[in-house]
């Protein structure tokens, strides 16, 4: 099993800019390709991004490209998704994702792992 922990979120104004670290229980993190995903109230989840097991591949949703960028430190276990010019439709839980498959974690529902979430509130 893998475990999952997202940190970083809070209440930002609208503009803003805010981290969000995920890191992983993993032996070989690097084996797993990782992404993020969202939930607004009352919505489905969403894919937001995916990175490849090395980081040398990222995928975005359309509605976050050029905004939020994926990275990860396969030497730290921990993936991160940078988020700027936010909007308040980007307030979310955000959760964390993994999966031996890059294809499970670049679409929805995605992932085979998960972390519990963590909240991001963008104001107007």
């Known amino acids: 099993q893998v475990q999952l922990v997202e940190s970083g979120g809070g209440l930002v104004q609208a503009g803003g800019s805010l981290r969000l670290s995920c890191t992983a229980s993993?032996?070989?993190?690097?084996?797993?390709?990782m992404g993020w995903f969202r939930q607004a109230p009352g919505k489905e989840r969403e894919f937001v991004g995916a990175?490849?097991?090395?980081?040398?591949?990222?995928f975005y949703a359309d509605s976050v490209k050029g905004r939020f960028t994926i990275s990860r430190d396969n030497a730290k276990n921990t993936m991160y998704l940078q988020m700027n010019s936010l909007k308040p439709e980007d307030t979310a839980v955000y959760y964390c994702?993994?999966?031996?498959?890059?294809?499970?974690?670049?679409?929805?529902?995605?992932?085979?792992?998960w972390g519990q979430g963590t909240q991001v509130t963008v104001s107007s």
């Open positions: 990175i490849s097991w090395s980081g040398g591949v990222t």
């Open positions: 993993a032996r070989t993190f690097s084996a797993y390709a």
């Open positions: 994702a993994a999966s031996r498959s890059l294809a499970v974690v670049k679409t929805s529902p995605g992932g085979d792992y």
